[in-house]
T-cell receptor, first 111, second 115 residues
Framework: RKEVEQDPGPFNVPEGATVAFNCTYSNSASQSFFWYRQDCRKEPKLLMSVYSSGNEDGRFTAQLNRASQYISLLIRDSKLSDSATYLCVVNGPDSWGKLQFGAGTQVVVTP | DTAVSQTPKYLVTQMGNDKSIKCEQNLGHDTMYWYKQDSKKFLKIMFSYNNKELIINETVPNRFSPKSPDKAHLNLHINSLELGDSAVYFC??????????????FGPGTRLTVL
C-alpha cells in the first residue's frame, strides 16, 4: 500500500465552481501535512500547510481528519490559473525532512 | 533571482555514460535534498544533506553519488546510466533538518533521458 494515495483525476471544473478532493495516508503517527502545487513541467511549490483544526488561505481550505487518516483540499471560485496538479504531502514522526508525496490530483479549470 | 537553481535543465545521454547534475541555493538554508520524479509522477526522496553531512540516503543504487562541497551546493553524479534512470530530478532546500513545518523549496528540475 502506498504511503500517500490520491485520486489522480482529472477533475474538470468550470470557472467559478468549487472543487474538493481528498488524500489518504497510511501512517497514523504522521505529524505534518501539506498541499503542494505542481504546474505542468514545473517544480512543486508549497500551497499550504494543513493544521489539525483546518485552515483557510483565500479561496483554499484544507482539512485534516486524523481518525480516518485523510486530508482534503477545497478550492472555491475556481480560476483558470488554478489548473495544476495538487500534491498531498505527509511528514512522518521518524523522518527528518523526509516528505512522502502522493502522485497528485490533476485539476483542470475550464472557461 | 532564482532561489534554487539546477543545471542542466535537460540531459539526454546514452546508456552506460556518467553524468552530473548541479544544484545551488541562495536562501542560506542548511538542508538540501535530491528527489526523483518518475513517469508516474511520484516524487521520491533520494538523499538529504544537512550542513554538508549526509543525513538521508534512501534505497538508491550506489551508481548515484551525491556530493556537497558546501551547504549551498549539492551535486548528483550518476555512473553507468541505465534506461530506468530516465526521470526528472529535483533539488530542494529547507531551512533546517526538522522538516515538520519547514517549507521545502524546489529547483526547476533536470529532465534526464537515457537512450
Amino acid at each position: 500500500r502506498k504511503e500517500v494515495e490520491q485520486d489522480p483525476g482529472p477533475f474538470n471544473v468550470p470557472e467559478g465552481a468549487t472543487v474538493a478532493f481528498n488524500c489518504t495516508y497510511s501512517n497514523s503517527a504522521s505529524q505534518s501535512f501539506f498541499w503542494y502545487r505542481q504546474d505542468c513541467r514545473k517544480e512543486p511549490k508549497l500551497l499550504m500547510s494543513v493544521y489539525s483544526s483546518g485552515n483557510e488561505d483565500g479561496r483554499f481550505t484544507a482539512q485534516l481528519n486524523r481518525a480516518s487518516q485523510y486530508i482534503s483540499l477545497l478550492i472555491r471560485d475556481s480560476k483558470l490559473s488554478d489548473s495544476a496538479t495538487y500534491l498531498c504531502v505527509v511528514n512522518g514522526p521518524d523522518s527528518w525532512g523526509k516528505l512522502q508525496f502522493g502522485a497528485g490530483t490533476q485539476v483542470v479549470v475550464t472557461p | 533571482d532564482t532561489a534554487v537553481s539546477q543545471t542542466p535543465k535537460y540531459l539526454v545521454t546514452q546508456m552506460g555514460n556518467d553524468k552530473s547534475i548541479k544544484c545551488e541555493q541562495n536562501l542560506g538554508h542548511d538542508t538540501m535534498y535530491w528527489y526523483k520524479q518518475d513517469s508516474k509522477k511520484f516524487l521520491k526522496i533520494m538523499f538529504s544533506y544537512n550542513n554538508k553531512e549526509l543525513i538521508i540516503n534512501e534505497t538508491v543504487p550506489n551508481r548515484f553519488s551525491p556530493k556537497s562541497p558546501d551547504k549551498a551546493h549539492l551535486n548528483l553524479h550518476i555512473n553507468s546510466l541505465e534506461l530506468g534512470d530516465s526521470a526528472v530530478y529535483f533539488c530542494a532546500s529547507s531551512q533546517d533538518l526538522a522538516g515538520f513545518t519547514d517549507t521545502q523549496y524546489f529547483g526547476p528540475g533536470t529532465r534526464l533521458t537515457v537512450l
